[in-house]
Each structure stands twice: as C-alpha cells, then as structure tokens.
C-alpha cells in the first residue's frame, strides 16, 4: 500500500512538473510573424467575383500597412498576457491564454477585446521556437508566433 501511494506521489510529482516546464516555456515575447500575401489569396479564393475585384483593388494597401505593423505577445505567469501592436499607432491589450492537457495553448481572443489575432479563441502548438496556430486540426503555416530570446 505504501509503495503505491509513493508511485501515485511520483506520477503526479512528474506530472506536474511537465506541465510546469512546458507552460513556464513559452513565457516571454512572441513576434506574430504573418504571411498576408498567402492569407489575402487563400481568402481571396473563397469571394465571389465582384467581391474578388473589389478586394483586389485593397490588396495592395493591406500588404503594404502590414509590412510596417509589428505585433507581439507577451504571455506572462497566472494565464495572463499582452497582446501588443506596435505600427503607425501603438496598441496594448490584457488577454489570457490556457496551456491544455494535450500540450496546446488557447489564446483567448473574445468578442470583447478590441484588437485579435484570429476571428474566435485561437488554438496553438508549440513547435521550438514556434507557436503554430491550429484550425481544425491543420496547421495553419501562415500565422506563427516566433519566440524572442
């Protein structure tokens, strides 16, 4: 009885300790590296054609803004991190993020928050030194957070 109630202490000692070091992990600065030119095609191809040719038209100033917009995520102890846009104006914003059993991190992007990063709560996986974002299932190679040591 004793022996298995110092294996249990180990499992759960082991366990926590694993869950320790990977969320302490990805503490720190994160640069969101995007891909637009790929993410305005993969979108592009979902628009009817008058909605294509008026997109078009924007593409060009949507790539040119985010060639000078810069933005980070600072993820912080207790679940809570910035989410910092840094371009023409600099933008700061609270958010909270969750390390999960099955090791990905959700990044909350509610409704309420006025800057976001995806269009709903955001699922990753870290990869190295690279958080890719997970939408159903696939990664999504076009929006990765880049650690800065």
Do not use: C, R
């Not at 912080?76 to 958010?95: G, R, T, V, W």
């Not at 990044?107 to 709560?121: A, G, L, P």
Request: hydrophobic residues 45%; glycine residues 2%.
């Amino acid at each position: 009885m004793k022996n298995k109630i110092l294996v249990l202490f180990l499992t759960l000692n082991i366990f926590f300790a694993f869950t320790q070091e990977n969320s302490e992990s990805i503490l720190g600065k994160w640069k969101i590296d995007l891909n637009i030119e790929k993410i305005l095609e993969d979108n592009m191809n979902k628009l009817e054609t008058h909605e294509k040719m008026v997109a078009s038209l924007s593409s060009g100033l949507i790539i040119d803004f985010f060639k000078d917009l810069e933005m980070y995520i600072l993820f912080m102890n207790e679940n809570k991190a910035i989410f910092i846009i840094d371009s023409y104006i600099y933008e700061e914003q609270e958010i909270t993020w969750e390390y999960t059993k099955n090791g990905e991190i959700i990044i909350d992007d509610s409704i309420e928050n006025k800057i976001k990063i995806t269009s709903e709560n955001s699922v990753w996986k870290v990869f190295d030194d690279e958080m890719k974002l997970i939408e159903d299932g696939v990664i999504n190679d076009n929006i990765i957070l880049k650690k800065i040591p």
